[in-house]
């Protein structure tokens, strides 16, 4: 069965640099979420959309933006990036409200 | 502010044992509760508890919610060394959107 896609699967940054992060959901999943995991860390949940407009938002710094496009997928968008934003980066779908999410294997990004 | 913890923390037992994992939330208009098995990458989706006192049952392992004292319970039968993994609980609000993890119970089943 078709999974949560995520691209890069690995990506290597400098200080104030910035970063795209990709999510393609699993077919006729409407909702999309974004969590960041560091390092022996619990996933914290960023921001989600539903049919292509926000539908909420965590603890996503005021540098990161995110869209979910036409065809569902969606971007993170990494600005100015910090030592501190080195983690794993999940992206998850669901098909509608509160329904179960499914992950993708993450972007791991690691910020020299 | 929303919160979901969860104990303990880690757990070692022997392969054939039984565990319980606990988790208690505190969720603004909480709508439901859900179990992830994280192992070397990506949580895999296990349960997803809505009603209060209505057992979900995979396999081995089961799940029930109490929405009056606001927990959960995983329980993990005849444990295998497969099951070795962190166990992460979360619940979402009403709206759907925003998912509060917990720090995850860490269990390593010994052979």
């Known amino acids: 069965a078709a999974g949560v896609i995520q691209s890069p699967r690995h990506l290597i940054k400098e200080k104030r640099e910035t970063a795209t992060l990709k999510c393609y959901p699993i077919?006729?999943?409407?909702?999309v979420y974004w969590y960041q995991q560091g390092p022996g860390q619990d996933p914290q949940f960023l921001i989600s959309?539903?049919?292509?407009?926000?539908?909420d938002k965590g603890s996503i710094p005021d540098r990161f933006s995110a869209q979910q496009f036409s065809d569902y997928h969606s971007e993170l968008n990494m600005s100015s990036l910090e030592l501190g934003d080195s983690a794993l980066y999940f992206c998850?779908?669901?098909?509608?409200?509160?329904?179960?999410?499914?992950f993708g294997d993450g972007t791991r990004l690691s910020i020299l | 502010e929303d919160k979901v913890v969860q104990s303990p923390l880690s757990l070692v037992v022997h392969e054939g044992d039984t565990v319980t994992l606990n988790c208690s939330y505190e969720?603004?208009?909480?709508?439901?509760l859900l179990w992830y098995k994280q192992e070397k990458k990506a949580p895999t989706f296990l349960f997803m508890l809505?009603?209060?006192?209505i057992e979900k049952k995979s396999g081995r392992l089961s799940s029930i919610l109490d929405k009056k004292e606001l927990f959960s319970i995983l329980n993990i039968t005849a444990t295998q060394t497969g099951d070795s993994a962190i166990y992460l609980c979360?619940?979402?609000?009403?709206?759907?959107?925003?998912?509060?993890f917990g720090a995850g119970t860490r269990l390593f089943v010994k052979a």
């Open positions: 077919p006729r999943h409407d909702t």
């Open positions: 998850a779908s669901s098909r509608g409200l509160g329904q179960p999410q499914h």
């Open positions: 959309f539903y049919e292509k407009m926000q539908s």
């Open positions: 809505t009603s209060s006192g």
């Open positions: 969720v603004t208009n909480f709508r439901s």
């Open positions: 979360a619940g979402i609000n009403t709206g759907g959107f925003k998912t509060i």
